[in-house]
T-cell receptor, first 116, second 111 residues
Framework: NAGVTQTPKFQVLKTGQSMTLQCAQD?????MSWYRQDPGMGLRLIHY???????DQGEVPNGYNVSRSTTEDFPLRLLSAAPSQTSVYFC???????????????FGQGTRLTVV | QQPVQSPQAVILREGEDAVINCSSS?????VHWYRQKHGEAPVFLMI?????EQKGHDKISASFNEKKQQSSLYLTASQLSYSGTYFC????????????FGTGTRLTVIP
């Protein structure tokens, strides 16, 4: 059971380049989300999805696009990379269990992105 | 929208206790606690769903005061393995995945 898999683990981009961070989960979770982590800022929510075909914005969505065509995959696209997007990006998945309320989020190992 | 955590950092000797606080200006439907070791992904510790509820995980427990919109994490008889950054997460009512995390508390346990 792989859990949440993120690729690549490391990436260096030049300003203005675009790229897609991949996230896949094999737990059949309905919910998936993307966070960025910067020193002193904790984890900030970028975008999230409650199921295939449904996405919504989090705290810091500008400069990022997402789509959710399947339950398993939730890619994050940087349209035109900027140095301010240098960060560690985490993808997470979770499921809704009405009997137990809010369940835990499972995180991928992260992608360390540097924009020069 | 991020919850505020205090202290920002704390250093303990093995066996000492610590309290990490989390407060929110937005209503708290539930509070999640996670621990992240350096260079690793955050790992789930516990969820508190009801006001005043307390939960425990080994020697780590937490309380949740819904009226005050606050939660506290209690670490007793700390071990070296407790070192890491602790995050509280505020959940909105619509689902579990849109967690808003606090800025974190870095805990260092020394021998």
């Amino acid at each position: 059971n792989a859990g949440v898999t993120q690729t690549p683990k490391f990436q260096v981009l030049k300003t203005g380049q675009s790229m897609t961070l991949q996230c896949a989960q094999d737990m059949n979770h309905e919910y998936m989300s993307w966070y960025r982590q910067d020193p002193g800022m904790g984890l900030r929510l970028i975008h999230y999805s409650v199921g295939a075909g449904i996405t919504d914005q989090g705290e810091v969505p500008n400069g990022y696009n997402v789509s959710r065509s399947t339950t398993e995959d939730f890619p994050l696209r940087l349209l035109s990379a900027a140095p301010s997007q240098t960060s560690v990006y985490f993808c997470a998945s979770s499921y809704y269990n009405p009997g137990q309320g809010s369940p835990e989020a499972f995180f991928g190992q992260g992608t360390r992105l540097t924009v020069v | 929208q991020q919850p505020v955590q205090s202290p920002q950092a704390v250093i303990l000797r093995e066996g000492e206790d610590a309290v990490i606080n989390c407060s929110s200006s937005k209503a708290l439907y539930s509070v999640h606690w996670y621990r992240q070791k350096h260079g690793e992904a955050p790992v789930f510790l516990m969820i508190l769903l009801k006001g005043g509820e307390q939960k425990g995980h080994d020697k780590i427990s937490a309380s949740f005061n819904e009226k005050k919109q606050q939660s506290s994490l209690y670490l007793t008889a700390s071990q070296l393995s407790y070192s890491g950054t602790y995050f509280c997460g505020r959940q909105q009512q619509t689902g579990a995945n849109n967690l808003f995390f606090g800025t974190g508390t870095r805990l260092t346990v020394i021998p």
